[in-house]
């Protein structure tokens, strides 16, 4: 026989209470990922998709493997990478337009003689440059560019610097021993060199748009009779080249750049006396008297970077060879038809 059942108690008779369905579990919040995954589909990019100029790491690694557009020095508008292409522009540069001086921008030496040359080559250049940007004191001691001796410049204010007696020989045939100005290539004779060099930048920023303040009335009216015989001796050369560095100096990504043979200083004493200087700014100026052009563009080139395109325009073997061996192309200027031409280029988007 089987074994009886155990009594039933209250309490297995009581029944168990219902349990409550159990919920779903709750669908998380969609992440911002998956909101743009799902609001929009993913379009495959197309081969004529230009990638965006911007700072990104994207961009930077497009750089650095090559695969966007960019020709090494010369340049090319490439995808943004950081690489401060000019200090103190606080833009990124697209194209830089190396300009020779003499026989391009201006028939300076063509019309050196006679009485154009006593007038104007000496009368209004270098008198200017001997009354206001030191010449007779930096003759000897000249700069490849105005900041090259800055690092000597300890800062003190000039408003009443008396240059005229702080015992500052720049020849070396003045010089004598123990005089009061220090000795040449000294810590206090290279001070007062760069204090020079300071105010001639000075002298250059206040006056590049009134050159006609720095002279006296009579040299005035001379500097603008001059002025306008020079337009008709050249056949208006001057404002042919003056239209093509106009464009140029108006666009937000482009900057001229000046090298020239002349010394540094008598050079910006023919740009402002010629009505330059609106186009050139000072710390854009360089002078090939002691390194020669090459080594210029060369610190141009180191300057401002790879990425911008680099021009070279120039009427000379020197900047064209220059310009070859950086790779830059280089526009010849020798007549009327090549300046017209550069312009129409320039105007027309082609440059």
Known sequence: RPPPPPPTTIASRRPEPPQPPQQPPRPRPPTQATRAATSRPTMPATPDEKPRMSGGKSSSAAVSTGKIGGTGAAGGVAASRKANPSPGLGFELERVFVWDLDETIILFHS?????????????????????????????????VHIDDVSSDDNGQDLAGYDFANDGFVGGTANMQPGMAGGMRGGVE????????????????????????????????EEWHQVRQETEQFTDSWLTLALKSLSIIANRSACVNVLVTNTQLVPALGKILV??????????????????????????????????????????????????KSLNWPFWRVQNHNDLAALSYALDMGYL
């Open 274 to 323: 010629f009505g330059l200087a609106p186009v050139f700014s000072v710390e854009n100026v360089y002078s090939a008297t002691k390194i020669g052009k090459e080594s210029c563009f060369e610190r141009i080139a180191s300057r401002y970077g790879r990425k911008p395109t680099y021009v070279a325009i120039g009427d000379s073997h020197d900047e064209e060879a220059a310009a």
């Open 189 to 220: 004779w290279m001070r007062k060199l760069a204090y020079r060099y300071r105010r001639i930048k000075d002298v250059y920023n206040a006056y590049r748009n009134n050159v006609g303040g720095l002279l006296d009335p009579v040299k005035r």
């Open 111 to 143: 019309l050196l003689g006679g009485t154009y040359a006593t007038r104007f080559g000496k009368s209004l250049i270098f008198r200017l440059a001997d009354a206001h940007l030191f010449f007779n004191d930096l003759e000897e001691c000249d700069q």
